[in-house]
């Protein structure tokens, strides 16, 4: 009975009024739903996306489409191709007049039959949007394929990082612990590579479970006595068994799609996104490029959404000017979808993964004292080791300094310049994890910043002071933010409406007389 | 008529799924028993040379030596039943962790280089063991528990799935024992 509760991580005679003890059962399950509700928005953000990247696409292709047939009529093929391209001129002619009809009565209808009938619209409306939707899932699927293939292994290059010496003590140490938590959790054991530096952190990479790398700094070696290390090394294999590598596939085959259709538009304005478009798809279909190829691809592609994407020189490209008008403010839009509403669920869902990382360990080693003091050990000074920049969501820690320079912002996720994302959760929140799932030397840091203990330093009359202070304030914050992403929402769909009507319209005058 | 077909079918696939699932979680605890099996069997090879390496040093205990290499031997002949075989390795544990002590007592051997060598390979070793442990009974409780609750329950004894054993420890104290003796860095 003791050992079965011992197990569960429940230590009823320690309980504290401060914490509320929860099995790192509990929490794993907590964490897990987490990432899916998290998994959702992520993936409803990417569709609207996605629709909004179909609204340019869609017209575009219709109009080239169009274009080739005009062109096949005048050497030759004059039974069919007029007609086709008549009939597409008639679709855009369509459409438009179908949107007119979906804005003017999806403003007032009231009734539930008039609001079904705007719905139907709707729905025959967005015929015109499939065929770029599942062109772009197509591709999320080989971008997703070929990362898979790559890993995260540039980060192995980029460190510089070594096969631990076994005659050295520290080294065979951490190779017994990675043994002994991969025998614990059931998995194989991964390949464990050391890295010199003097920051002490460590990382997961690799493709799936079967074939990942722990990286591990050999200042943690240094700085952390056996139990902690075991503890570090059982939050790694607890990652590789979660499958963060997956979510990290996922989320960055989202950001390259996107990229991709963004690049496949900047190929008129710029000749580099040809190089990256084609140095990108024979890293997808071609076997022999090396991980490290497949990543510098997708840098590539990455690209597009910097600012020096922008070719001022591209304005005087005059027929292609409105589809130039169009893609600058789709990109505009698309950064502020990024920077203020993609952000967040991204952020917490990253984070939980890491939390569900920390309750893996502590099922791994029934130990949460010892990761607490590692967490608390490492967090001190807790940095990303040269060459990991680019990657630092991997490792175990962040770093503490929030203010970074511009380029580190950028490649934190290595998805957007400027888009600066906290990926690890705050030290003081994982203790306090870690302090309800049973550590008791966590529980100090734990509340020192809780806002019960706040509010008793401070004493009654100043805290109902701070209170009527703060309330209006954060109501007004609360509202600006609601402000915000309504602006945000009306901005895109302006930006979609205008892309639709501008090129659906272009194309009804050209082909549909 | 096609809605009877039909539900007949979903039921027979929900109990193709429990089905498999029992399979898999019972071949998980078989896996997990295997890695138990090896980790034990690596603690068997590693006494003959533990016992070499201490005995010039510790030739007072030799009863303890003696005691040591007896119950290797016991363990390793209990090769069958996870009940006998968990109390035959349980002794040798104590035992061994006995000479280590006898042996750190010992102040020539306690700060040599061999020594702290021979702290971390044991340690590796019995801490291997102890997660192998950990996991085949994780293993265990969850299979235990699938075959005990329902629907799964029906499933289980249609199929005569029986419940697994665990490794019981009755040496968590002597395991906590042994992490304070070994806690040097």
Redesign the interface.
């Known amino acids: 009975m003791i050992e079965v509760s011992a197990a569960l991580g429940v230590d009823a005679s320690a309980a504290t009024d401060t914490v509320t003890k929860v099995s790192f059962f509990d929490e794993q399950k907590r964490r897990r739903r987490q990432t899916w509700r998290l998994s959702l928005v992520c993936l409803l953000i990417a569709l609207a996306l996605g629709i909004a990247m179909s609204t340019i696409l869609a017209p575009l292709a219709l109009g080239i489409a169009g274009g080739a047939l005009k062109f096949a009529a005048r050497f030759g093929c004059v039974e069919v191709c007029p007609k086709s391209a008549r009939a597409i001129g008639l679709f855009a002619r369509q459409e438009i007049n179908l949107l007119a009809l979906i804005v003017e009565h999806g403003a007032n209808a009231h009734t539930a039959a008039e609001k079904l009938i705007v719905i139907r619209n709707i729905l025959i409306f967005s015929v015109v949007l499939l065929p770029t939707m599942i062109a772009g899932a197509v591709a999320w699927t080989f971008i997703r394929l070929s990362l898979r293939r790559a890993g995260a292994l540039d980060l192995v290059a980029s460190t510089h990082a070594r096969p631990p010496r076994p005659d050295d003590r520290k080294e065979r140490q951490l190779l017994n612990a990675a043994d002994e938590m991969a025998l614990a959790a059931g998995l194989a054991t991964p390949r464990v590579l050391v890295i010199e530096s003097e920051v002490a952190n460590a990382a997961v990479a690799g493709t799936s479970h079967e074939a990942a790398t722990v990286l591990v700094t050999r200042a943690l070696l240094d700085r952390l006595n056996r139990e902690q290390i075991q503890a570090v090394m059982a939050h790694c294999i607890a990652s590789i068994g979660n499958g963060d590598l997956r979510v990290t596939q996922s989320l960055q085959a989202t950001f390259l799609t996107l990229g991709l259709f963004h690049t496949i538009l900047d190929l008129p304005f710029r000749w580099s996104a040809w190089r990256s478009l084609g140095r990108f798809v024979r890293a997808t279909f071609d076997p022999r490029v090396s991980p490290v190829g497949v990543l510098e691809a997708g840098h590539g592609i990455e690209e597009t959404f910097s600012y020096q994407s922008i070719n001022p020189a591209s304005v005087f490209i005059i027929p292609l000017l409105p589809l130039r008008f169009v893609m600058i403010f789709q990109r505009l839009i698309l950064s502020l979808w990024c920077l203020l509403v993609l952000k967040w669920p991204l952020e917490l869902l990253w984070r939980g993964r890491r939390y569900l990382g920390d309750s893996g360990a502590v099922q791994l080693t029934r130990d949460p004292d010892a990761l607490a003091n590692a967490l608390s050990l490492l967090a001190t000074h807790a940095d990303i080791p040269n060459g990991g920049d680019s990657r630092g969501y991997l490792f175990l820690c962040g770093t503490e300094h929030k203010r970074r320079s511009l380029d580190r912002q950028g490649s934190a996720s290595g998805m957007f310049a400027g888009l600066e994302l906290e990926m690890h959760p705050r030290l003081d929140k994982r203790l306090k994890r870690l302090a309800a799932m049973g550590a008791s030397s966590a529980q100090g840091q734990a509340n020192a910043r809780s806002l019960r203990r706040g509010f008793a330093r401070l004493g009654f009359a100043r805290a109902s002071l701070f209170v009527a202070v703060a309330s209006p304030l954060l109501l007004l914050a609360g509202l600006a933010a609601l402000a915000c992403v309504g602006a945000i929402l009306w901005l895109s769909l302006f930006t979609v409406e205008i892309s639709l009507v501008l090129g659906l319209g272009l194309i009804a005058l050209a082909f549909g007389r | 008529m096609t809605a009877s077909i039909l539900g007949v079918g979903a039921l027979l696939l929900y109990v193709a799924w429990l089905y498999n699932r029992l399979v898999t979680l019972k071949s998980?605890t078989r896996?997990?028993w295997a890695?138990v099996d090896v980790?034990l069997r690596r603690r068997s090879d590693l006494v003959p040379n533990l016992v070499e390496c201490v005995k010039g040093y510790v030739a007072h205990e030799s009863n303890t030596l003696a005691a040591t290499i007896e119950l290797r031997r016991q363990a390793v002949a209990a090769a069958s039943g996870i009940a006998a075989r968990a109390a035959a390795e349980t002794e040798l544990g104590q035992s061994l962790r006995l000479l280590l002590a006898a042996a750190e007592a010992v102040p020539r051997l306690r700060a040599s280089e061999n020594m702290?060598?021979l702290q971390?390979e044991l340690?590796?070793t019995e801490?291997?063991i102890a997660?192998?442990r950990?996991?085949y009974?994780d293993?265990v409780m969850e299979y235990n528990a699938a075959v005990a609750s329902a629907p799964t329950n029906l499933v289980a004894s249609l199929f005569a799935f029986v419940p697994a054993t665990m490794f019981s420890?009755t040496d968590?104290e002597g395991r906590d024992a042994l992490l304070l003796g070994l806690?040097a860095?």
């Open positions: 998980r896996n997990a890695q980790q702290l060598e971390e340690r590796a801490n291997r997660f192998a950990q996991h009974n293993s420890a968590i806690s860095k």
